[in-house]
Structure formats: C-alpha cells, structure tokens
C-alpha cells in the first residue's frame, strides 16, 4: 500500500481511507475498466444479431489494442471479488453479458444459430478472442496489427458460423 500510495503521490493513511486493502484498490480499477467495457457493448448498434455479435469481437479487439491497460485491468488482472463465469451469465448479473445473451437469444429466436445456452456461446467466443489478443500481445503471430486483425476477424467469423442452425446459408 505504501509503494501504491508513493506512485500516486499521496500519503499511505490517505490511500487507506479509501481503500482498506490492495485487493480492494484491484477491485476498483477492474470494476472501472469494466465499466468502460460497458459502455462499448451497450452502444453497439447492428441490423442483426450475427452482425452484432461480430462487431461485439471486433469492439472488444478495440478495447484491448485501443486501451491496454484497461484491457488487462478488466480480463486479464486477478482481483478478489470479481463475479464468476458462467454464474454471472445465467443470473443475469453483468449488463455488458445481458446484452450479449439477449443478442444470442434473438439469433436463435430468428433460427440464425443453434439452440444452446447463452452462456455456452458466450464462453466460447471469449475464449477464442481473449485467446488470440493474448498471443498476440504476447508477439506470437508475425506480421503487423493489421495482419492481426485479419486473422482474428476470420476466426470470430468462423466461430460464429460454427454455431449456425444446419441448413443456414453462410
């Protein structure tokens, strides 16, 4: 606490009048960076569910190369007290997944996508993209960021694809 306090220029007791603990100051910058994550899912705005939910990929590739920090502060950075998947998509607790699993919802209420849970679908997706910007903030593809972004909008669209109800067209 004290070194945090130092960073910030600010005494330590003051820092504790805050904050009780370092789990506590963890809590708040991820509970901010997830705020910022809010307000990206909730404005996003598409004519269908499967184009809403890749520009869902897409904003979050924005967030992590865009706004690092804060990438790994919300996704990336162990903080005590932080909801749990998939408990925090089947009780509804996270308006950013809301959103999300009403979109998927509707896809499947429109016959776009196969009838599985919400939450199934949404961690599969998080794991592809959060996968992929990990490796390649950890340098592990060649090329340059748009070469990136390349491969990781071909694989969300496959993703997605692989979820489509037989008989779809692509």
């Known amino acids: 606490m004290r070194a945090i306090a130092d960073d910030v220029g600010v005494t330590a007791m003051a820092l504790y009048r805050h904050y009780p603990d370092k789990d506590a100051i963890l809590l708040a910058i991820a509970m901010d960076a ?42 990336l950075m162990p903080a005590a007290n ?38 199934d679908i949404i961690m599969t997706m998080w794991g592809l993209t959060q996968g992929l910007i990990s490796l390649y903030r950890a340098n592990r593809f060649e090329g340059d960021e748009q070469g990136f972004r390349m491969i990781y909008r071909a694989a969300v669209r496959r993703c997605l694809k692989s979820f489509r109800t037989k008989g779809d067209t692509p």
Not at 39 to 59: C, G, H, M, S, T
């Open 34 to 75: 997830l705020g910022e994550w809010e307000r990206r899912v909730l404005a996003i705005k598409a004519d269908n569910p499967l184009a809403w939910l890749e520009r869902d990929a897409e904003e979050f590739l924005e967030f992590a190369l865009v706004t690092p920090r804060r990438f790994e502060a919300a996704f």
């Open 82 to 119: 932080i909801r749990r998947l998939p408990e925090v998509i089947e009780q509804r607790l996270s308006p950013p997944l809301n959103r999300i699993a009403d979109v998927i919802r509707e896809a499947q209420r429109q016959g776009l996508i196969e009838k599985l849970p919400p939450a």
